[in-house]
């Protein structure tokens, strides 16, 4: 299978079957069940075609002529494409009882969440400012629709809207942006603009120097970094479950590897005039986050708010990007694996136990969970530990990457800060491990059924512990080491 | 898979195990006995294997993430020997004395994971399986003192838990500052003890590096101001975990200190020891006098282990063989006669259901056999000679003596102190006119002998023939004074 079909097939997939459920869906034959898994298996075939591209290191531009080098597909973006998929299934494959207890998962929900995954693909592999936005917008717009699904609910709508107008202000920045990049380099490709970067000086190139930080405001925004990211706990809050994991795990990790590329190509020629800028932001980033995360009641409100913290963590990943380029980079893509899998895990959990209800999962709805149901608990407690970064788990290894690289970079109290932030992480993240094991129980004994979200549950949870410790002295699977040559080819593969 | 390897993984693996098989409470002991008996037989030929001529032994290698240089590295010497020996000993002689008192699986499963986390803890070699192991270890206590603990446990449990992680993270950033370091003098990461101590660090960085550190040590053993944890721990924690706690944990913050902060920073360890020294001094005094006024007993034995703990920091610090060599011994001497004044608080309990010095008395006319033990045991604390603390004292006073005679004259003063409380809690305790509480005592049973007797023996053993054990010791002291002596020659 060669790597263009691959890149070509993949978005295509995603958008036939799209298409397809959104005919189907008025058909007399369409069943809620049979739109989930046809979306399942679409997901499941598409992430099994962009496999095959991980692991080699290539850069293609994708049909030059056609799209005049607007597309590559590198390992960079195979990688990231196979991680949406994957999220995308496990967030769909863990939500099954959500899926079936409500009645708001129509047939366009599945649509929008192949439409999302759709942009997020086109986002990954765009290597041009505008194609980027576009896509950006095609997920955003999805996203958008999928927080404000529950009709009924009226802090889904408030989410929704309120999701909605911020975030189509932010992406007008963008447009300004991209405008003033284009009036000064005459181009909007990545490449031609490093090119230009590095031609001119830098008191001669304002406009581009401006026109990136409004692109980095609209960055900012769908990361949620304070103190762009005031949108974030409401909308989380609002959103139903598995569209809330759904966010947070995968479509953030989308805006990053964009992000991450625009970085890497342009940003990094300048990075002197935007370090204080980040370092600011991520310093800021990680202690409201954390205060946020700390005053919290609910458990869900309480994860949205520390996701505000690990955007911060990665935020000094590219505040070190600029010194010590290869080892950074590497280090946000495995913190973004890491983050990716605790993530996915800790909401699929919470998802599972609130059996579609749109109730705020409490810490108090966690009490004794340990004794009823010692492996969902197990679980949760192995997601806690690892987004605290507890050693042992894959989030410990993501934060060392990222503390080392910062270090490295020369900025060490950027480290110190970092972990200042991960020690009172510890203090909520805890929380949740006292209420599942040391609370009686204050409800009676439930039964969850659905043995496959369980399953995918506790191996998302193997997962991350395999991701901490896993050595081919042990067993023959892929564990640390592999994870990071992977991150390094992806990067390697931007052509640095 | 090498012996030292088998020993930190059978008590996780059990432990594993346990926890996904729902296995009756009596197979869950039963596992619980093979697995720390299994651990315990291989310490013991660990011992007799242990080549008294050399220093660092049983070294195994793997390679593990390998971009930056981290390696499953483990080995022994004389000073971790004594302590992997105390923790595979003591661990089936608790579960004998306890395992009519304890009936929820999850007792002995995180008493098997903190044994297979502080082995780990003990031999690791290198930077990151050492912080590896030590963070796992605090698991275990944090979820026995969440379920078994008494009073506010929740509060306590997490209270213990930032304290301990907050040292930690700063001992990480530590530890991964000396990494990058490593890679920009020499080229490449590297976490491993003998790599890392080649580095060259400005005075500055070096003390940030070495604080980073002894905060972690010092939160864990626990020195003077960081001890605020300590009394409500212990008082909350069930009794399986405070023995851990006192008779292995806090010993390995002290071991720490010996393996990594002088090894890795000899000389701003070196310059430093005077403060480490009069601090050490001042906890022993301090905590010595809080242990005085107290009634509850685990509080008192708590501050009375924090100060015979500080004793050892400070014969650490002397930077000297007899220091050391003391140090190394009363790590283990009071590890002996803590756990097993511990059980017999834990006995005591069980039977009168009080830890309250005031509401007890003249248990020795009703339990004589109990009232013995308890009476040996607190003495073998104090260290009165033919205890295996007697010996251990006498080599570290030796040691502040040869330092410096006022340190010296310090240290044996305040030795004073212990007496005091212990005398008062034996006479209070054991004699006086029997009461409601005390006056049906039952006597040691057959399997609480089983589990104080071989301690005791071996309290005194270790008192009267010291020869035999130093001699493990000696080689891994001759060739860290040297090194010291190397140093200062420079």
Same mark, same amino acid.
């Given at each position: 299978m060669s790597n263009e079909f691959i890149a070509l097939a993949v978005p295509a997939l995603l958008l036939l079957s799209a298409i397809f459920i959104l005919l189907f869906g008025f058909s007399t034959h369409y069943t809620k069940n049979r739109g989930y898994f046809i979306t399942l298996t679409t997901l499941f075939i598409a992430f099994i075609l962009s496999a095959n591209g991980v692991g080699q290191k290539y850069s293609i531009v994708i049909l030059p002529d056609i799209f005049n080098s607007m597309i590559v597909y590198d390992t960079f973006s195979a990688t990231f494409i196979s991680l949406f998929l994957l999220g995308g299934f496990l967030t769909l494959a863990i939500a099954k009882s959500f899926v079936d207890k409500t009645n708001f998962f129509t047939h366009e929900s599945f649509v929008l969440l192949l439409f999302s995954l759709f942009g997020m693909v086109i986002l990954s592999m765009a290597n041009e400012l505008l194609t980027a936005f576009i896509a950006l917008e095609i997920a955003s717009m999805s996203v958008y629709i999928l927080v404000g699904l %529950?009709? %009924? $609910?009226l802090k889904a709508s408030e989410a929704f809207f309120k999701y909605l107008l911020l975030g189509s202000f932010s992406a007008s920045f963008y447009l300004l942006g991209l405008m003033l990049i284009y009036a000064q380099a005459k181009s909007t490709n990545l490449d031609v603009i490093a090119e230009y970067i590095l031609r001119t000086e830098l008191h001669s190139q304002l406009l581009i120097v401006a026109g990136s930080m409004l692109i980095m405001i609209t960055i900012m925004f769908k990361i949620a970094a304070v103190p762009f990211g005031a949108w974030v706990l409401d909308v989380y809050e609002g959103a139903s479950l598995p569209i809330t994991a759904y966010m947070a795990g995968v479509f953030k990790i989308a805006v990053f590897a964009f992000t991450l590329r625009v970085f890497l190509k342009d940003y990094i020629t300048f990075e002197a005039v935007y370090d204080p800028l980040i370092i600011g932001g991520a310093l800021v980033t990680m202690f409201v986050g954390s205060l946020l995360a700390v005053i919290q009641k609910s458990v869900k409100k309480m994860l949205a708010a520390s996701s505000v913290v690990h955007s911060g963590y990665i935020l000094i990943a590219f505040a070190s990007i600029g010194e010590a380029t290869s080892s950074a980079a590497s280090a946000i893509m495995f913190y973004l694996f890491a983050y990716f899998i605790s993530a996915i895990g800790a909401f699929g959990v919470l998802s599972y136990i609130s059996k579609? $209800?749109?109730k705020l999962i409490n810490y108090d709805d966690l009490d004794g969970l340990a004794k009823t149901r010692p492996m969902i608990a197990a679980s949760l407690t192995i997601f806690m530990l690892s987004l605290a970064g507890f050693p042992s788990t894959i989030g410990f290894i993501g934060k060392f990457y990222i503390l080392t690289s910062a270090i490295e970079a020369g900025y060490t109290f950027l480290a110190f800060f970092g972990v200042l932030s991960a020690f009172i992480s510890i203090y909520y993240y805890f929380k949740v491990i006292a209420h599942l094991y040391f609370k009686e129980a204050g409800h009676v004994e439930v039964h969850y059924g659905y043995k496959v979200s369980l399953a995918f549950i506790v191996l998302s949870a193997v997962v991350v512990l395999w991701g901490g410790v896993g050595t081919s002295l042990l067993l023959d699977i892929p564990g640390i080491n592999a994870l990071n040559e992977l991150s390094r080819y992806s990067i390697e593969s931007l052509g640095l | 898979m090498s012996v030292l390897s088998a020993i930190i993984f059978i008590p996780i693996f059990a432990a594993i195990f346990l926890f996904f098989v729902n296995l009756h409470i009596t197979l869950v002991k039963i596992v619980y006995m093979l697995a720390t008996l299994t651990v315990a037989y291989l310490a013991v030929r660990l011992y007799i294997d242990f080549d008294a001529s050399s220093s660092m032994q049983f070294i195994e290698q793997h390679a593990w993430i390998t971009q930056y240089g981290i390696k499953y590295h483990v080995g022994v010497d004389g000073v971790s020997l004594g302590i992997v020996m105390m923790n595979a000993l003591l661990m089936p002689l608790v579960a004998i004395a306890l395992y009519k008192q304890r009936d929820k699986r999850g007792y002995w499963i995180n008493l098997l994971f903190v044994q297979g986390g502080i082995m780990g803890a003990v031999l690791a070699l290198d930077l990151m399986l050492f912080y590896l192991f030590w963070e796992l270890m605090l698991l275990p206590i944090f979820f026995m003192i969440g379920l078994f603990g008494y009073g506010k446990s929740n509060f306590i449990s997490m209270k213990f838990n930032m304290y301990t992680i907050f040292g930690s993270l700063m001992m990480l950033i530590s530890i991964l500052y000396m990494a990058v370091e490593h890679k920009e003098q020499f080229g490449f990461y590297s976490f491993a003890l003998d790599e890392l101590k080649n580095i060259t660090l400005t005075t500055s960085e070096s003390l940030l590096v070495f604080s980073g550190f002894m905060i972690a040590f010092g939160i864990k053993i626990p020195i003077f101001p960081f001890h605020t944890w300590l009394s409500d721990t212990y008082r909350s924690a069930p009794m399986g975990i405070v023995i851990v706690m006192s008779a292995l944990m806090a010993k390995l913050g002290t071991y720490a200190i010996w393996r990594f902060l002088f090894t890795l920073l000899n000389e701003t360890s070196q310059e430093l020891a005077p403060y480490f020294i009069w601090l050490g001094l001042f906890g022993l005094i301090y905590f010595g006098i809080s242990a005085i006024s107290q009634t509850h007993l685990k509080r008192m034995f708590a501050l009375s282990s924090a100060s015979h703990l500080s004793l050892i920091v400070v014969g650490f610090y002397i930077y000297s063989n007899y220091g050391l060599i003391g140090s190394s011994y009363f790590i283990v001497a009071h590890a002996l006669s803590s756990a097993a004044m511990f059980l017999m608080v834990a006995m005591m309990y069980e039977r009168v259901q009080t830890y309250t010095i005031?509401?007890? /008395? /003249?248990?020795a006319k009703v339990a004589p056999l109990f009232a013995l033990f308890f009476a040996f045991f607190a003495l073998s604390i104090v260290g009165v000679p033919l205890t295996a603390g007697f010996v251990a004292e006498v080599l570290i006073i030796l040691g502040a003596f040869e330092y410096n005679t006022a340190i010296g004259f310090f240290a044996a003063t305040s030795l004073l102190i212990p007496m005091l409380f212990m005398f008062k809690t034996i006479s209070k305790v054991l004699y006086g006119e029997t009461n409601e509480k005390t006056k049906n005592f039952q006597d040691l049973r057959a399997h609480e002998l089983l589990a104080v007797i071989p301690l005791a023996l071996l309290i005194l053993a270790m008192g009267i023939f010291p020869n035999y054990f130093i001699k493990k010791i000696e080689p891994t002291a001759k060739a860290f004074v040297d090194k010291k002596e190397a140093v200062y020659y420079e």
């Open positions: %529950n009709k %009924n $609910s579609g $209800s749109d | 005031e509401s007890l /008395g /003249g248990i």
